[in-house]
Every structure is written in C-alpha cells, then in structure tokens.
C-alpha cells in the first residue's frame, strides 16, 4: 500500500526541540520530492519545507528558516523535520507530503500528520 | 511573496453546482492546485495544473483558470462533499502558498 506515516510529535517547551519522522511505503522513495505541512489548531494548511529527491535543493518557509531542518535517507526510505527554538505558534499537526510536478509542485500524498504542542 | 485569497465559506443545496474562487497575482505564470479536506483527515488532492483531475476523483470536480483567478467547480454537490477546500500554487523560488481555505456547506 502506498502511504506515509509520521511519527515524532509531542509536547516540548518552548526553546526545545524535537524531530520529526515520516515512513514511505509502497513507491520508490528516492524518485520523489518531499515535503512538510503544517496546520495549526482550527486553522489553515501553511508550507513549512521541501527536499529535492536528491537532497540537492532544500527550501523553508520564512517562520522556520533557520530553526527547522528538514533531511531524508533514501535508504531507509524516511524524510525528517529537525525542529529547533521551539515557539508556541509551531503548534501543529505536521504532515508529510509527497511532492510531484516542477519546482515544489503540488502534493499527491499525505501522511495522516503529527500532533506538535509547544507550551509550558 | 504573494498571497491567494478565498471566500472563507460556500453553501450549495444537494444537486447544485458549487464554485469557489481562488485569487492571486501570481496566477497567470503559476499553476493552482485543489486540495479537499475533512475533519480530522489529511487533505486530498483533487485538482492539478489548474484543471487535471488526479485518478480516483470524481468527474464532478473540475478545475478553470481565467486571468488571476482560478476556479474549483463541483457539479452535482453530494453531502460527502462538504469539507474544506484549500487552492495552492508555487514557484521557481521555491515559495509555496496555501490559500486560506473555503469551506463548503451542503444544505
């Protein structure tokens, strides 16, 4: 079966850290860019990074750059969020997302996501 | 960056057609993407390169483009359409934008 499943998430305190981990299933991973998603309690879907199937081109939203980090091991056919300085409006469910098309493209599979809670 | 704008909510009866727009300056050089989601699930794709349609969707679902506006169009409304409806674009750059969502309401 073709799918993604993020695990990771949780509650930290502000300033801390947490990694996220997303397994692929059922295509080739290393053909595929990815990505991740978040979206905050109640509210709208908001970009957070993209990785290149290579690991060659990596891109971050404005709010992360600089705290978040995102990798992949194609062998292990997993993708990672390293989350650093940990703010309370990081607050989310993250989701990983396949990506497809040109550039970052659009996203044709998703992950059912993780909780991330960031408070003291 | 660049911003796209939806109606923050769309009510339609059983059988009749909803539309809901999407708005950004971005979009005559970018292609919009649709994605549908539920509560409590992950989003869907429906729609991409502004009006293909994924495997699996159904036919009821198309998608249009017209200057800087593009439009997702749902023929035949069903009660299992109502859901959350996000356009997105992106480009070259590497900048990647989510509308602010509509949600649909059956009836």
């Known amino acids: 079966e073709v799918q993604l499943v993020e695990s990771g998430g949780g509650l930290v305190q502000p300033g801390g850290s947490l990694r996220l981990s997303c397994a692929a299933s059922g295509f080739t991973f290393s053909s595929y860019s990815m990505n991740w998603v978040r979206q905050a309690p109640g509210k709208g879907l908001e970009w957070v990074s993209y990785i290149s199937s290579s690991s060659s081109t990596i891109y971050y939203a404005d709010s992360v750059k600089g705290r978040f980090t995102i990798s992949r091991d194609n062998a292990k056919n997993s993708l990672y969020l390293q989350m650093n300085s940990l703010r309370a409006e990081d607050t989310a469910v993250y989701y990983c997302?396949?990506?497809?098309?040109?550039?970052?493209?659009?996203?044709?599979?998703w992950g059912r996501g993780t909780l991330v809670t960031v408070s003291s | 960056s660049y911003e796209l704008t939806q109606p923050p909510s769309v009510s339609v009866s059983p059988g009749q057609t909803a539309r809901i727009t999407c708005s950004g300056d971005a979009l005559p050089k970018q292609y919009a993407y649709w994605y549908q989601q539920k509560p409590g699930q992950a989003p869907v794709l429906v729609i991409y390169?502004?009006?293909e349609r994924p495997s699996g969707i159904p036919e009821r679902f198309s998608g249009s483009s017209s200057g800087t506006t593009v439009t997702l169009t749902i023929s035949g409304v069903q009660a299992e359409d109502e859901a959350d409806y996000y356009c997105q674009s992106a480009d070259s750059s590497g900048t990647v934008v989510f509308g602010g969502g509509t949600k649909l309401t059956v009836l």
């Open positions: 390169k502004d009006s």
């Open positions: 997302a396949r990506g497809y098309g040109d550039y970052v493209g659009y996203f044709d599979l």
